[in-house]
């Protein structure tokens, strides 16, 4: 003999959508949440932290093209005639 579920204790469509609706309620508050705690500023804050990491990241840019630019003006330093006999006399020395 095989037991099928009966009509009282089967949950019917409306009962599905509601549990549905609940998870995707529980979800759509948990991405709310870790949304204010990362772009949000939190109490206290002046920036949130991904205005922090942006603003550390555009410094770290920034720096970078700085030493670019000092690299290439000592390199253009190095390359002066007197600058460069000097260097390779030190070179040939060695």
């Known amino acids: 003999m095989t037991t099928t579920d009966s009509p009282q204790t089967r949950p019917n469509a409306a009962q599905l959508i509601h549990a549905d609706t609940q998870i995707l309620r529980q979800d759509v508050a948990t991405i709310l949440e870790l949304a204010r705690n990362t772009v ?3 109490r206290g804050e002046s920036v949130s932290v991904l205005d ?4 550390l990241l555009q410094t770290i840019v920034t720096r970078t093209e700085q030493v670019d630019q000092s690299l290439e003006a000592l390199h253009q ?3 002066q005639p ?6 390779q006399r030190m070179i040939n020395s060695d």
């Open 82 to 87: 007197g600058i460069a006999n000097v260097l």
């Open 52 to 55: 922090a990491m942006l603003g």
């Open 40 to 42: 949000l500023p939190m």
């Open 77 to 79: 330093k190095l390359d």
